[in-house]
């Protein structure tokens, strides 16, 4: 079976300086990985996906986040918050073998910055 | 990048009557469709996946007989809401991948629709 932790519900952060929203998963064998993002009544929206290669991946409106296949994280960061980033984040996860199956998500990290 | 409508964002219905709700992929062919809910401060739960030509699967727990999926053509499914109580208000929302560009692709989601039933 393959699940998401997402070990923080709110993460507070002052503006301008660097945020990190937290991700593990469990997963049998390779994972696809991916952040996304949802601001109050709209749907997700995507913000990067780890499938292969390089273990730093590079997302939309400046975040990123670094796969590490040996502590299954899959952390989201980015090096100077924005007030404007405030919104609900969500990682999910789909095995590699998994077929056109879809992906599971954790339970969301509210994040806050504040000016 | 790929867009998903979903169809009306908002309705408010009385108790006992059915709802459809549209979701269109605008710019890309999905063979496979999903629907989740979303809980106020909670997750996204999946309901079912909705399979183009085919009856949708339904996630355990979920009714089929109460929310009925259609995926008639590669690029709409519809979830009908049959016979609503207040307990299914909700926000629901659709999530498409392109079938064109294999499982690697991610899932587009749906601007999500908001439903109230009184």
């Known amino acids: 079976a393959q699940s998401v932790a997402q070990p923080e519900d709110q993460v507070n952060v002052a503006e301008g300086n660097p945020l990190t929203v937290k991700c593990t998963y469990s997963?049998?064998?390779?994972?696809?990985l991916f952040w996304y993002v949802q601001y109050p009544n709209r749907g997700l929206q995507f913000l990067l996906k780890y499938i292969t290669g390089d273990n730093l991946v590079k997302g939309s409106y400046g975040f990123e986040a670094e796969f590490n296949k040996s502590q299954t994280s899959f952390h989201l960061k980015k090096p100077s918050a924005l007030v404007s980033d405030s919104a609900l984040y969500f990682c999910a996860v789909r095995a590699r073998n998994s077929g056109n199956t879809p992906l599971v998500f954790g339970k969301g990290t509210r994040l806050s910055v504040i000016a | 990048g790929a867009v998903v409508s979903q169809h009306p964002s908002r309705v408010i219905c009385k108790s006992g009557t059915s709802v459809k709700i549209e979701c269109r992929s605008l710019d890309f062919q999905a063979t496979t469709m999903f629907w989740y809910r979303q809980f106020p401060k909670q997750s996204l739960m999946l309901m079912a996946t909705s399979n183009e030509g085919s009856k949708a699967t339904y996630e355990q727990g979920v009714e089929k007989d109460k929310f009925l999926i259609n995926h008639a053509s590669l690029t709409l499914s519809t979830l009908t809401v049959t016979s609503a109580h207040p307990e299914d208000s909700s926000f629901y929302i659709c999530?498409?991948?392109?079938?064109?560009?294999?499982?690697?692709?991610?899932?587009?989601f749906g601007p999500g629709t908001r439903l109230t039933v009184t």
């Open positions: 999530s498409a991948r392109d079938s064109t560009s294999g499982f690697t692709s991610e899932q587009y």
């Open positions: 997963v049998s064998g390779n994972p696809y």
